[in-house]
């Protein structure tokens, strides 16, 4: 999927003073991962809100509402997982049109 390339914050990416476009499915990953249901707001019921599962502790729950959002947002996850240890979650997935 393409769209318009983000900076590390999810800002858009200026650098090159004007807008660029990348491949964006890690961008897209990452929005429904930190956003809240309600934030995106053409498709409200999106949103997996991944700092509310991390402070309780439920890896599990993360995991499962993670593969629910993207697979709704149109991606076939192959591999979900989460280290505590490191922090780092893996996600191996993409849109089904590519």
């Known amino acids: 999927m393409t769209d318009y390339r983000q900076t590390a914050d999810g800002d858009l990416d200026l650098t090159s003073g004007d807008l660029q476009l990348t491949e964006s499915t890690s961008q897209h990953q990452r929005d429904l991962l930190l956003g809240e249901q309600g934030h995106i707001r053409h498709r409200p019921e999106m949103g997996i809100g991944a700092q509310e ?3 309780a502790g439920d890896w599990e729950e993360l995991l499962r ?5 993207l697979t709704q947002d149109g991606e076939r996850v192959e ?7 490191t922090g780092e979650m893996e996600i191996i997935a993409r849109y089904e049109e590519d």
């Open 79 to 85: 591999r979900l997982d989460y280290d505590a240890e």
């Open 53 to 55: 599962y991390l402070l």
């Open 65 to 69: 509402r993670s593969r629910q959002v």
